[in-house]
């Protein structure tokens, strides 16, 4: 049998000790959450755009709501530029992909759902894990676009929990 730590605990460990990310002993904060009704006119394509995140966050979790009220209905969870920065799409299934939303969803964690954003990528900064070589300083619109047509009117709640990167 063989003993195994983490990167956090090999650091800690080391002979000088190694310092470990300043996020990765950050206190949690939480965006919004961003909450809104949908309706049966909303439609496949909708884009639904719930909170903005910095670009040197680390995202620890997505957690998405919903009311049982919704009969159907799925979303990709994704990240777009803000509208101050032209509103374009930068993955649009960076967290889930057709999350089914229909039935009713209590903080349902949605943030490696589509394994684009991976858990090896956990401990990186946004700009990190979507694959830029540098930090634009800028925020991101955490949006949802709706991949199947709401089946009835409701409530969905999205909010992300992170850190930030420059802790």
């Known amino acids: ?13 080391a002979t000088p000790r190694v310092a470990n990310s300043p996020w990765t002993n950050a206190r949690l904060k939480t ?9 049966t006119a909303t439609d496949a394509a909708d884009e639904l755009r719930f909170c903005r995140i910095a670009s040197n966050a680390v995202v620890h979790g997505v ?10 209905g799925a979303m990709d969870v994704g ?3 803000t509208d101050d ?3 374009a799409v930068v993955d649009a299934d960076f967290f889930a992909s057709a999350l ?21 990528d956990r401990d990186k900064p946004l700009w990190e894990a979507l694959g830029l070589s ?3 300083q800028i925020d991101y619109d955490v949006v ?18 992170y850190v930030d990167g420059g802790a």
Not at 1 to 13: E, G, P, V
Not at 31 to 39: C, F
Not at 63 to 72: C, K
């Open 31 to 39: 965006t919004g959450p961003g909450q809104m009704e949908v309706s």
């Open 1 to 13: 049998m063989a003993d195994i730590d983490s990167t956090l605990i090999s650091n800690r460990a």
């Open 85 to 87: 920065n032209g509103g």
């Open 144 to 161: 949802a676009t709706v991949t199947t047509d709401m089946g009835a009117a409701g409530t969905i709640v999205v909010e992300v929990l």
């Open 134 to 136: 540098a930090d634009p």
């Open 79 to 81: 990240v777009y530029q």
């Open 100 to 120: 089914a939303v229909g039935g009713g969803l209590t903080k349902s964690d949605a943030t490696h759902e589509s394994a684009v954003y991976g858990i090896e």
């Open 63 to 72: 957690l998405v709501s919903s009311d049982a009220a919704i009969t159907s």
